[in-house]
């Protein structure tokens, strides 16, 4: 028999698992909370075998972060991240964590049973592709790397030359970004841009 | 400048010297002058009253115009200039005349063969003064642009948040209204068991959403004990709080991750199964003592690893502060700052 843990801050959504883990015969659940810095303390004494995580959690507690801390202490414990969020980030930093599967919650085209059970079994699932998120006139599949973190730096408030600062670069090669991000998506200001990058959920600083 | 007066070459430089339009004076240290161009005169006048008739007592006049003057003045020399050496004045002397031009003086000494002569100099600055202004203001622009960007951010989140749960209330609104009507109409005639059936199914359902979406609404002031204490029952953990909790959210929500912090590092390597947590309320902080039944002793060698560096970054961040005693036991101190 597996224990599992949910770590979800949405009462609908924490009911809805809790109800689909029901249906798996050799699942029972542990606890069910809302804060996923609290799931590093559940799983710190090996009762548990399986972390259900949410990204966005109580109080902005991330759940890559958290799930990164289980796995460093007890890799054998199987993670699934769960969101619902087109960050496209998530994907990697959860492959980084060492986490053992990744679900979208609302376009995932497996079912999340399906998911845990393969993941019990020592299946790794992960969605193909990310949800296509359009900024502007763009799908986000189109901006560059580094455009993408010009980006995350925008919404985070910092200014050009922080942002130089901290990517290493000149202010010109910032700028030289910024401009090519604004005639990619047609959007005039960055502004513009953030308000539509946080808005879609493309990019979300605090997590 | 008697001097020059027999000298067709020195009147030629005295004219030229005149031309100039900036001040120019050459005087003794004592201040007798020497040379004395039409520009400085000109300065001098309007500035005292006087033309220049000892050159120190000008400078000091200068200083006490500039003096006057000082505050919101930038100093235009202010950057380093590698040509500019050690022997020119450090904080050039600005002066802004009634007409609105600006003058910036500096003083040079000089060794010439025949002893020490003070080199004035007066340039007309007023361009630069006031592109310096102008730069000044724009750079304030800019600042307060860019606080009201990061406010504008902070706000994009929370109003999606708002939005959303706008939309759900707003349709909760909607159904609950449809069904008073039909409800109504139920009980204005005869109806049928299933249709009783069905409105009483409609409202419950309609009252779940309500208590869930409501429970949406104040989820973010939820106390976030309840749960800290759940898991630490999971591990084997009592912990006792002592003391009143912060009303602040930012300082609760840093006390609960020191809590954690403490709890983790207690357990995993301390071995202990209670965790105190006193908080003593100061004038204007919060003072939290956090202690264990665990079996580190002071002998342990210990380092202040990822855990307890980030929640010392986070701490002061917030304007708190974080001290570790680990002579008995491990004992964790902060300091949560209060509402003000």
Known sequence: MFNAL????????????????????????????????????????????LVLMDVCTADNESGLTAAAQIKKYSPGIKVIIMTSMPEYSFLERAREAGCD?????????????????????????????????????????????????????????????????????????????????????????????????VEKRLILPKY | MGIFKKDPAGALIREAIDACPDGICAATPEGRPILVNRAMNQICFELTGHT????????????????????????????????????????????????????????????????????????????????????????????????????LLENIVRNNTEKELLEAKVSIHDNIGRLLIRTGQALDRDVRDEEADE?????????????????????????????LLKVAEMIGCKVFFEGEQPAERESLLLLYAAIREA??????HAGADELRVAIEKSADVYLVTISDNGSASGNDPFHEGGGLGSLRKRLEQAGGSMRVDSSEGFVLHIELPLAG
């Open chain 2, 199 to 227: 409105l009483f199914e409609s409202w419950r359902n309609e009252m779940d959403d309500l208590v869930n979406s409501s429970e949406q609404v104040t989820m973010k002031e939820n106390t976030p004990e309840k749960e």
């Open chain 1, 6 to 49: 949910i770590v979800e801050d949405s009462r609908v959504s924490r009911e809805s698992f809790e109800r689909e883990l029901e249906t798996i015969e050799n699942c029972r659940l542990a606890a069910s909370i809302e804060n996923a810095a609290n799931a590093v303390i559940a799983c710190m004494k090996g009762d548990i075998d």
């Open chain 2, 263 to 268: 709890l983790t590092n207690a357990v995993r």
């Open chain 2, 52 to 151: 220049v008739t000892n050159a120190a007592v000008m400078r000091s006049d200068i200083e006490k115009a500039a003096s006057k003057a000082q505050g919101g003045i930038p100093a235009l020399a202010a950057e380093e200039d590698p040509h500019n050496n050690a022997c020119e004045q450090k904080n050039p002397l600005i002066v802004i005349m009634k007409d609105g031009r600006v003058w910036q003086f500096a003083a040079k000494d000089l060794e010439l063969e025949h002893g020490k002569v003070v080199q004035y100099e007066a340039s007309d600055v007023t361009e630069l003064y006031e592109y310096r202004q102008r730069l000044a203001d724009n750079n304030r622009r800019v600042a307060e642009l860019h606080r009201r960007q990061r406010d």
């Open chain 1, 101 to 197: 599967s990744f679900w979208y919650k609302e376009t995932d085209e497996i079912p999340l049973a399906e998911v845990i059970t393969r993941t019990l079994e020592g299946d790794r699932v992960w969605p193909e592709s990310e949800p296509e998120v359009y900024i502007g006139l763009v799908s986000a599949g189109e901006f560059t790397k580094r455009e993408l973190e010009v980006m995350r730096a925008l919404t985070a408030g910092h200014r050009y030359e922080e942002i130089a600062e901290e990517m290493d670069i000149s202010v010109n090669t910032v700028k030289y970004h910024v401009k090519s991000i604004l005639q990619k998506t047609g959007f005039r200001s960055t502004v513009q841009l953030v308000a539509e990058v």
